[in-house]
């Protein structure tokens, strides 16, 4: 099968490593690519959102599958443009992808759905959200309605912070149209988990659940970003609580959509908050997760592409399940100075060749690029540094050993990713 996987982050690049390993795969092609996927798959300089020209390109190279993804390809209906021209794509089509892009249509299904989730309120008058910020006692999150880089949640813990986080969405305009409509929600206390599964639009085949690591610094302090590191599995997630999970959240949600008459393909990613044991859906997601899919391709041990093609043909059920690798996965993104705001570019990187001699890791670049044979930062994340053990600290001692030949000018990382599962392992819950 002649492959093009679509985007260039190191969530795409975990997509090309796992595919290339596939007897299957004959010619793998990556649009626009980057630095490393490019040593492993014909890079095209086409962005993620060209559908007409990703489409002479499927045309050109004969595309048997094609792979999406970003959420931006999703949501500019590069699923309903494919399909329509014959070629088999993996992903939701535009109208799937608003589980992602509008947190009040996803919130709205699971209401009439009785899929768990916080209670809420819509908003679109200023006056109105702020009449209603103004009687509620913190803590509790507004919340942007569209795409807003990650930034478009606020969780509000004293009263002055949500009449301003209204403000700055509904009268000051910060995101724009993104922010045009608005969520008041209640606050979830728990430990946040990342479920993704995949879907023919009928069944589901669940993978391993996963963390993120969503702040810039040690101990979840710093502004949000696109996320600095990921482990799985989740060592308090144990088979019945997977098992609500897969039932009441997951497979209820897919049928939903059915039901609703949008039959989604592809991943569905669960932002979740386990209150104790009881899981709640705080976003969903129409696509892998970036760093999460780093860590779970990189303790996958079945073939990818059988499961994305039967995907794509509405045939999960030939798939068969999926096999792990024994023991966890870690994954510690290295970004550039000035992440989130305002990264630097342009750093030459140095001390990959060392780390390709470790075994058990690999590293997967995001905003690389390569020129000659030397490796430039070029993105905010670069770098998701990856690797397996048998136990939490022998993968995070694996993983921080690579990270440690590493270096460009400005790099920053979190020291203590994985470290909440060690608590989590010890019975110390929520660390
Ligand atoms: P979201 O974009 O909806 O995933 O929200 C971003 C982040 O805000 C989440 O990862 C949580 O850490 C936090 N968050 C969102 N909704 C809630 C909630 N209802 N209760 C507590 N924290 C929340
Ligand atoms: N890691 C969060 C995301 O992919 O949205």
Redesign the pocket.
């Known amino acids: 099968m002649r492959t093009l996987v679509v985007g260039g982050g190191g969530r795409e690049h975990a997509l090309v490593w796992k595919l290339s390993q596939s007897p299957k795969v004959e010619a793998l092609f990556c649009a626009p690519g980057n630095g490393g996927i490019g040593d492993i798959a014909t890079c095209v300089d086409l962005e993620a959102t060209d559908v007409e020209g990703l489409l002479d390109l499927a045309r050109k190279e004969r595309i048997g599958l094609v792979v999406v993804g970003p959420e931006s390809a999703l949501s500019a209906g590069i699923v309903d443009v494919f399909e329509s021209k014959g070629i088999s794509i993996f992903g939701p089509r535009a109208a799937g992808a608003r589980m992602e892009t509008s ?1 009040i249509y996803s919130k709205e299904l699971m209401e009439r759905q009785g899929i768990p989730t ?1 209670p809420f309120k819509v908003f679109e008058a200023l006056e109105e959200a702020q009449r209603h910020v103004r009687a509620l006692k913190p ?3 507004v ?1 942007a309605d569209g795409l807003c880089a ?1 930034k ?2 606020y ?1 509000v813990k004293e009263s002055s912070e949500g009449e301003k986080a209204v403000k700055e969405l509904l009268a000051d305009s910060l995101f724009g149209e993104a922010g045009s409509r608005i969520l008041v ?5 728990g430990i ?1 988990v990342s479920y993704l599964a995949f879907t023919d639009g009928q069944s589901i085949l669940p993978m391993l659940p996963s963390q ?1 690591h ?1 702040a810039l610094l040690d101990n979840d302090l710093g502004p ?1 970003t696109g996320g600095m590191g990921a482990y799985t599995p989740v060592p308090f997630l144990d088979k019945p609580m997977e098992e609500e999970i897969n039932a009441a959240i997951m497979q209820k949600t897919v049928t939903a959509l059915r039901n609703e008459g949008v039959t989604y393909k592809g991943v569905l990613y669960a ?1 979740l ?1 386990m209150e104790g044991r009881k899981p ?1 859906v ?2 969903f997601n129409a696509r892998f997760g970036d760093p999460e899919t780093q860590p779970i391709l990189f303790k996958m041990e079945s073939d990818l592409l059988p499961i994305l093609t039967s995907c794509a043909e509405g045939r999960l059920d030939r798939a068969g399940g999926i096999a792990w690798k024994g023991g966890v996965s870690v994954c510690v993104v290295l970004a550039s100075g000035g992440y989130p705001e305002r990264p630097e570019k342009g750093k030459v990187i140095r001390g990959l060749d060392e780390v390709r001699r470790e075994k058990d890791v690999f590293v997967f670049h995001a905003g690389t690029k390569k020129v000659g044979k030397e490796y430039y930062t070029s993105g905010g994340r670069v770098l998701g540094v990856t690797a397996v053990g048998e136990t939490y600290r022998d993968a995070i001692r694996k993983v921080y050993s690579a990270v440690s030949c590493i270096s460009f000018e400005g790099m920053q990382f979190r020291k203590d990713v994985g470290a909440k599962a060690l608590a989590l392992q010890s019975g110390g819950g929520s660390p």
Do not use: H, R, T, W
């Open positions: 947190k916080a803590p509790y999150v919340k990650g478009g949640a969780v929600e209640q606050f979830l206390n946040e993120d969503k949000n932002g908050m709640f705080l976003e």
